[in-house]
């Protein structure tokens, strides 16, 4: 499957953004997907993921309660919409996927095979 994440841009704290990565493939729906990001100079962290039928979400702890993960299997598109942000969400956003049983919740980087390009998000203080 090909990934390609876009939505990103400048915003300022508090603002919001949706991200979008869309998937190549008939069998999204086979796939559970996941958001991590990466900031200048640290590693790549896990952001949110979500189940291959969009039943079962998992959040970082630092961004549970403004950061909502949903997938529409129709479209073979993933958003993650991001609500009050920081200066500290600044980083480049990728999407990844990966063949799972039903319900299950990927968390860590290892566990994706196929990664988008990343779409940069910078939050302006």
């Known amino acids: 499957v090909q990934l390609q994440a876009s939505g990103g841009g400048l915003v300022q704290a508090g603002g919001s953004l949706r991200l979008s990565c869309a998937a190549s493939g008939r069998t999204f729906s086979s796939y559970a997907m996941g958001w991590f990001r990466q900031a200048p100079g640290k590693d790549r962290e896990f952001v949110a993921a979500?189940?291959?039928?969009?039943?079962?979400?998992l959040y970082a702890d630092s961004v549970k309660g403004r950061f909502t993960i949903s997938r529409d299997n129709a479209k073979n598109t993933v958003y993650l919409q991001m609500n009050s942000l920081k200066p500290e969400d600044t980083a480049v956003y990728y999407c990844a996927a990966d063949r799972t049983v039903a319900g299950a919740i990927l968390r860590y980087v290892y566990e994706y095979q196929y990664w988008g390009q990343g779409t940069e998000v910078t939050v302006s203080s």
């Open positions: 979500i189940s291959r039928g969009g039943t079962n979400t």
